[in-house]
């Protein structure tokens, strides 16, 4: 392919967001979701309860999800953002679909991760109809997980339990490296300590009604993103638009 100077881009040019939201059952996270601007789900689970917004309705098969995808391509529409909801019980999908194409009774039948090895290709398909979404049509993308809590093996320290997304740790790091941010949901909890007697104290743990958003990874966490939000925010989408540029850009080009 030939290159000359009339083929650069401006590097400048704020797009849509990519940003995968996970955490404890029931906080909010398909709530958050639907704050964003004139959203369309693709579920994949029967999550959405009695929020209103407009939806594929339930998927049954990676096929359909790839399909919707497809159709919010192809056709005219005035939908700004494409809501996956959720990316685990995507995942089963993705994982029968492999084994499908490759004649497997199931995703562990090669053995050795190779199933899962397969999956990924499959991710990646997936992660190229959102990214054609967000470059060719405009739209931000918003993808919704449940939080497991699983050991970690940190070469600096002891072994200590965290908070991460729910899938398998292939998958978790392709949608890690694909979105802007990764934002953990969970309650405010702070810890007291009381007088059990004979001079012992115990730490309990006192639970609240706020409800956040966490940006930075922190040993309990998995967190990133790439606008410099601060460690956390509100579980409101109006928190997060204040620090997107592209919710931000100048309506006047130049």
């Known amino acids: 392919m030939a290159i000359s100077l009339s083929s650069i881009k401006r590097g400048n040019i704020p797009k849509p967001p990519r940003i995968l939201t996970y955490g404890v059952h ?3 996270k398909t709530s958050l979701a639907a704050g964003a601007p004139n959203p369309i789900f693709i579920q994949t689970e029967d999550g959405m309860g009695s929020i209103a917004r407009d939806t594929f309705g339930l998927m049954k098969s990676f096929d359909d999800v790839l399909s919707a995808i ?3 391509y192809a056709e005219d529409h ?3 953002t494409v809501v996956i909801d959720s990316l685990d019980w995507l995942e089963p999908m993705i994982w029968a679909h492999t084994a499908q194409e490759n004649g497997w009774k199931d995703i562990e039948a090669p053995g050795y991760g190779k199933g899962y090895a397969a999956a990924s290709d499959q991710w990646r398909n997936f992660f190229d109809g959102l990214n054609a979404l ?3 049509k405009n739209m931000a993308v918003v ?5 497991e809590i699983k050991r970690f093996d940190s070469p600096e320290h002891e072994p200590y339990d965290r908070y991460v997304i729910k899938l398998h740790s292939r998958a978790s790091g392709l949608v890690q490296e694909h979105v802007d941010a990764v934002l953990f949901a969970n309650y405010r909890v702070t ?3 009381s007088d059990a007697g004979f001079g012992k104290k115990v730490t309990r743990a006192v639970g609240g009604t706020d409800r956040l958003l966490y940006s930075v990874e922190r040993p309990a966490f998995l967190a990133k993103n790439r606008y410099d939000m601060p460690d956390t925010l509100p579980l409101d989408w109006a928190a997060i638009v204040e620090y ?3 919710y931000n850009q100048t309506l006047t080009q130049e």
Not at 143 to 147: F, L, R, V
């Open 244 to 246: 997107v540029p592209y």
């Open 134 to 136: 967000r470059d060719d």
């Open 70 to 72: 497809g159709s919010l």
């Open 26 to 28: 029931g906080i909010g």
């Open 143 to 147: 993808m919704i997980a449940h939080s």
């Open 191 to 193: 810890t007291v300590k």
């Open 78 to 80: 005035d939908y700004q």
